[in-house]
């Protein structure tokens, strides 16, 4: 499986982004595809994930009511609507995906930078 995100950029706080998230190869057997991100100097956070049989869908507590994630799988594309973003949500975020019995696969990370 290979995930190519994009979508990043620089917003001044209380703007908006969307990343995407294109996955490509055998995904058929992906279960769960999600984003984590990293700003520097900090560990790596998941931020949302969601499942692709029932589509359960987590978030942490500190994007809840502003971020959603979705995923259109005709396009084997996922998404992540951010909103109402802050200064605190500057980071790389990654891609992720889960399949049974192989590696997690990630793609290669875009910036988001949100000034104040």
């Known amino acids: 499986v290979h995930l190519v995100e994009s979508g990043g950029g620089l917003v001044q706080a209380g703007g908006s982004l969307r990343l995407s998230c294109a996955a490509s190869?055998?995904?058929?057997?992906?279960?769960?595809m999600g984003w984590y991100r990293q700003a520097p100097g900090k560990q790596r956070e998941l931020v949302a994930a969601?499942?692709?049989?029932?589509?359960?869908?987590n978030y942490a507590d500190s994007v809840k009511g502003r971020f959603t994630i979705s995923r259109d799988n005709a396009k084997n594309t996922m998404y992540l609507q951010m909103n109402s973003l802050k200064p605190e949500d500057t980071a790389v975020y990654y891609c992720?995906?889960?399949?049974?019995?192989?590696?997690?696969?990630w793609g290669q990370g875009t910036q988001v930078t949100v000034s104040s």
């Open positions: 992720y995906a889960l399949s049974t019995g192989t590696p997690v696969y």
């Open positions: 190869g055998s995904t058929f057997g992906i279960n769960a």
């Open positions: 969601i499942m692709s049989r029932g589509g359960s869908i």
